[in-house]
């Protein structure tokens, strides 16, 4: 088996059957479906704000970033430290504690952490589900102007 022991391999199975699986995969439902909403609302603005695929690549970056940030966290950060600094932060931040937290449950989290991250994730869905919604009421009747973030942020004054 190429370079491991069979005491490893032995091992390593005992690790993977240890996992605690029942609240993976009910963490797993809570954050999937509170990531998915979030970040649906955001792309529904930004759908709602322009008239092409051509006009939302301004938007795109800023959106993609945190999730790009959140696996690059998770792999570099969550593996070799899960309870660290960075590894905490990141699974508390609203856009990547479905990918962060996810990744350090395995570890054993303390519950307050996870309540604070899934409370803050819930905050958050409202918050950009009623920001989207008023860019929407705006950006549903300009049709034909290319937005700006300097528009955007005027339409959420309307």
């Known amino acids: ?55 939302t690549q301004q938007f795109m970056f800023p959106i993609i970033l945190p999730l ?3 696996i690059y966290v998770g792999f570099f950060s969550v593996v070799e430290n ?19 937290m996810l990744m350090r449950i395995p570890f054993g989290v303390p519950w307050w952490e996870i309540a604070i991250s899934i409370t803050l994730l819930i905050a958050t869905n409202f918050g950009v589900l009623w920001l989207s919604a008023k860019i929407y009421r705006v950006g549903i009747l300009m049709y034909g102007k290319k937005p700006t973030y300097k528009e955007l942020y005027k339409w959420l004054k309307y």
């Open 68 to 70: 790009i940030l959140g």
């Open 1 to 55: 088996i190429n370079g491991a022991s069979q005491p490893e391999i032995n091992q390593l199975v005992i690790d993977i059957l240890k996992l605690p699986y029942g609240s993976l995969i009910g963490f797993f439902v809570v954050y999937f479906l509170g990531g998915y909403f979030l970040y649906s609302a955001i792309y529904a603005a930004i759908g709602a704000a322009v008239d092409s695929e051509t006009d």
């Open 82 to 100: 899960p309870h660290g600094t960075v590894s905490t932060i990141f699974s508390m931040i609203p856009l990547t504690s479905p990918i962060v």
